[in-house]
């Protein structure tokens, strides 16, 4: 009776150690923010408190974004992310663009997102990324 309790004791911790590896987290991403293009979206670059620029992004747009290390988005609620820091970088895919890279399912989103034919990258900046106004998309 006990060695059949301690083998399926050593089963169980075998096959939850060896299923542990699916869950693994790709370091390369910690600190992106992916965003679906389940809605429409806006980036407002500032720099000293003075506006750069406003990008409009439609729905159906893919959106990667990612600060410096030390410095991660901020989500103040509402579909809305700031970003603050030394280094910033947005990339933005289409629907159309993903499907033609036919990604296998289960892809990790920044291999997705690196064949993103938009790519801007900004130093010194704050960035805010929000859900667009309805009506927008």
């Known amino acids: 009776m006990r060695t059949t309790i301690l083998g ?3 089963v169980t911790l075998v096959l939850v150690a060896g299923d542990r590896g699916r869950a693994q987290v790709d370091k390369a991403a910690y600190g992106t923010l992916f965003v679906a293009g389940s809605f429409a979206h806006t980036v407002t670059l500032m720099r000293n408190g003075q506006l750069l620029g406003t990008l409009s992004f439609p ?3 893919e959106l990667s974004a990612v600060n ?3 410095h ?6 509402g579909g809305r992310f700031e970003f603050h820091g030394a280094a910033f970088e947005l990339r933005a895919l289409t629907a159309d663009d993903l499907a033609a890279q036919h990604p296998q399912r289960g892809a990790p989103a920044q291999e997705i997102m690196s064949h993103a034919p938009l790519v801007l990258t900004a130093q010194g900046v704050d960035v805010v990324l ?5 009506g927008k998309d």
């Open 68 to 70: 410096d290390p030390q």
């Open 130 to 134: 929000e859900k667009a106004s309805e």
């Open 72 to 77: 991660p988005p901020t989500h103040t609620g």
């Open 8 to 10: 399926a004791l050593v």
């Open 59 to 61: 729905k159906g747009t």
